[in-house]
């Protein structure tokens, strides 16, 4: 009996028991933990494919070199004490490794555990983005974290031209963070969540009645555009009281995140009931890639699952899990290491006799060199190649774009971090260059809600009363544009009339009110002004407000309603108001060609005619007087042709010719001269205003001020703020400025009443006024 007690004893001192080869002793068995609520669907599946591979590894005793990986599940009965409890059992059996838990709410608290000891934790379905590795080191996701689902669905949203969305979620880390990282990754897209309709957590929900409350509240805004990240049973129960208040109809938009793809995977056919409450809904699956391998475990898992649950996903990222465990255990083993523990100090010195065993939790003496061989697994699993890049995420993050129809679901397309939304699968595009240009983007036509093919617009005009707030500039000048009535709150102008018949052409009411920005001393800023929509400040904003490249960053515009465009305005003088005006035609030049040709013509006369014609004969100034007389009388046509010979009648008619060419280049000029009103100034356009070191006026609040000085690079202190058609008068006039630059209807509202100034060169801008919200 004492041999007995005695082999016994140590038989639980000695472990697992120990196999010896050579130098080194390798363990009989290397446990991992496995903590998963298996009755929940994430559960049923990860405990089918964890031990589909432990067998697989097992099956070639040579692999560890003769050890066995034994997986020892703890179900959790999604409980978190229990999953707590679940992980100190398996910190004091000497685990290698731990696989899961399967919520991000315990994988925040049990990661320092984990830390603590040196055992790493490996789970695949606590994704929330916010479990960095550097913050918790032995907390490995060995599945994509949601940062990539949300980036996806943030892409979504942006490809379809939504621009405000709602959020539905559970009150926990893992759906809460997912938001949270959902709400980041539109505001890089000028988009937003407008309302997140928070729930308690899963566990806890018992009756439908705080999804009704939430799901009518959101009935009644603005955003159609409704984001679903939960829980399967949560999941399920959303839908249907959505089908039951009409919010799967026509108009609506429902992206639901992987848990629906887990759910139709493994629930199918579904309920009819629960398959009518969802067409239409979009969600999305990691993507796997297909291979032989996967192809052989789909085939194999009817079998392993006794038909009770069909294959998720994460059944395929448990089986790899394993597979990543056993090849660390491998290289750990073949390095020479031996797996051992040792009592942590700091917990051996807290026992203070209490009944607390904190002295049982022992550290995994080579837990960092194992974490080491399980960060740098490079292999190909069912999931596709596993690979963690430097920061620990997954190599190549993909999803499957699904749609839910009558028949069932069908894929309309992937997203994937290296080209973004494709209806090519992305391991067909990782070799080319990486395009996320719009152009570049594309998915498949989509079954929405209520059976409509055409995308919905996403948006509504809210049921809770609200009258869309439209910001107008209180301006001080220009008023003829947008200004406010008499004093009161109503406004009035050219901008205010084209926005209210626009209204009017739409076929639906548009409850709007104008709220008047500025003080109506001076013109507000524009800038400042646009700005207001995007704070919330205003829903749009109508007036006289130029497109440009800066505000397209941040707002929408609608089509310009006017041309527009900067141009120079300067003082300028009349140059046909004198008597002689006729004369401006002949330049300095032209007199000088004109005096030529007399004497040249003369000249030759003279040389040809002198011998033969008593005309050309007798004293030197009778001669000259003969010459210039004949070359003046051909301009009038007054010559006698049998005065000369004929080669002299020949020079004669090619002067006439010449004569007549002039004639006709003085007649055009003059006409010219006569009919249009030649102006003048020293400022010809706006290169040469850039080259002046004049002083330049520009209309307070445009956008003109900043142009000049960034794109033009004129100097701030040659800028003066004019706020008023006077006062760009009075200070062309006064000489307080050379040029004024505005745009182009300001300026031709301005010319119309003063005189005496001129638009300069051409306008140096394209662009042209419109309209401004977030949702166009």
């Keep these: 009996m004492v041999w007995v007690l005695v082999l016994l004893s140590f038989i639980v001192l000695s472990g697992n028991g120990m196999i010896s080869e050579g130098a080194a002793s390798r363990p009989r068995y290397v446990d991992v933990g496995a903590i998963f609520s298996l009755g929940t669907l994430h559960g049923e599946v990860t405990n089918i494919a964890m031990k589909a591979a432990e067998e697989d590894v097992n099956s070639d005793p040579s692999f560890l070199g003769g050890s066995k990986l034994r997986i020892m599940t703890y179900d959790a009965k999604r409980n978190g004490f229990l999953t707590i409890m679940g992980a100190l059992q398996f910190m004091e059996t000497d685990a290698v490794a731990i696989i899961g838990p399967q919520t991000s709410i315990m994988a925040h608290v049990l990661s320092h555990l984990a830390n603590e000891l040196s055992v790493p934790m490996l789970s695949f379905t606590a994704l929330d983005p916010s479990l960095s590795a550097l913050q918790f080191p032995f907390f490995v996701q060995t599945a994509p974290s949601d940062l990539f689902l949300m980036r996806a669905i943030a892409e979504m949203i942006s490809y379809y031209g939504w621009s405000e969305v709602v959020a539905l979620y559970n009150d926990d880390d893992n759906s809460r963070n997912g938001i949270t990282a959902l709400g980041d990754e539109l505001e890089g897209r000028r988009c937003k969540i407008s309302y997140k309709a928070v729930l308690p957590l899963d566990v806890v929900i018992t009756s439908p009645r705080e999804i009704i409350d939430e799901l009518v509240k959101i009935q009644g805004m603005e955003s159609r555009v409704i984001i679903v990240n939960t829980f399967p049973r949560t999941g399920r129960m959303i839908f249907e009281e959505a089908q039951k208040l009409g919010m799967m109809e026509k108009g609506y938009v429902w992206i639901a995140t992987t848990w629906l793809t887990s759910l139709l995977d493994s629930v199918n056919p579904l309920p009819s009931k629960n398959a009518e409450s969802l067409r239409g809904v979009l969600t999305l699956r990691i993507h796997t890639p297909n291979s032989r391998k996967k192809k052989d475990f789909v085939a194999r898992w009817n079998k392993l699952s006794n038909g009770t649950v069909g294959l998720n996903v994460y059944g395929l990222y448990a089986y790899d899990t394993v597979w990543i465990i056993a090849r660390a255990v491998k290289t750990l083993l073949d390095s020479g290491a031996n797996i051992s523990f040792s009592s942590d100090p700091k917990l051996t010195s807290m026992t203070g006799g209490g009944s607390l065993n904190l002295g049982a939790l022992s550290i995994f003496d080579q837990g960092s060199q194992f974490l080491d061989y399980i960060v740098n697994t490079n292999m190909t699993g069912l999931t596709g190649q596993i690979h963690f890049l430097p920061d620990r995420s997954m190599i190549q993050p993909s999803y499957d774009i699904i749609n839910v129809v009558d028949d069932g679901f069908r894929q309309i397309g992937y997203w994937s971090n290296h080209s973004g939304l494709s209806i090519l699968p992305p391991e067909s595009l990782y070799n080319k260059p990486s395009n996320r240009s719009s152009s570049n983007q594309h998915l498949n036509n989509v079954t929405w809600p209520g059976g409509t093919s055409v995308t919905p617009r996403g948006w509504v005009f809210p049921n809770n009363g609200r009258r869309l707030r439209i910001g107008v500039p209180d301006r001080a000048s220009f008023k003829e544009f947008v200004s406010r009535v008499d004093g009161s709150n109503k406004v009035q102008g050219y901008a205010i009339d084209v926005f209210e018949a626009a209204v009017k052409l739409i076929s639906y009411p548009v409850p709007h009110e104008f709220v008047l920005f500025g003080d109506g001393l001076k013109n507000p800023n524009f800038n400042e002004f646009v700005n207001n929509v995007t704070t919330g400040v205003f829903d749009a904003v ?211 009443e003063f005189c005496g100034f001129a638009i300069r060169g051409q306008e140096f801008t394209r662009s042209g006024w419109g309209f401004v919200s977030t949702f166009i």
């Design 542 to 752: 109508v007036g006289d407000i130029a497109i440009v490249t800066k505000r397209t960053r941040i707002v929408d515009f609608t089509q310009p309603y006017i041309e527009s465009g900067l141009v120079v305005v300067a003082p300028v003088t009349k140059l046909n108001d004198t008597p002689w005006a006729f004369l401006r035609p002949f330049t300095p030049p032209m007199w000088a060609v004109t005096a030529a040709f007399f004497l040249i013509v003369g000249s030759v006369i003279w040389i040809l005619e002198h011998r033969i014609n008593d005309e050309f004969r007798g004293p030197p100034r009778k001669q000259i007087v003969t010459i210039l007389w004949f070359s003046f009388s051909t301009m009038f046509f007054a010559h006698r042709e049998n005065t000369v010979s004929t080669l002299g009648r020949a020079v004669l008619l090619i002067w006439l010719f010449v004569v007549l060419i002039i004639t006709s280049s003085y007649t055009a000029s003059l006409t010219s001269i006569l009919t249009v009103q030649q102006l003048n100034s020293p400022i010809r356009g706006v290169d040469t205003l850039i080259s002046s070191s004049g002083r330049v006026g520009f209309q307070v609040g445009s956008y003109a001020e900043n142009y000049m000085i960034d794109e033009l690079n004129i100097a701030r202190s040659r800028l003066v703020p004019l706020g008023s058609p006077k006062e760009y008068a009075a200070a062309l006039q006064n000489g307080t400025v050379a040029a004024i630059v505005d745009e182009r209807p300001y300026i031709d509202l301005f010319l119309s």
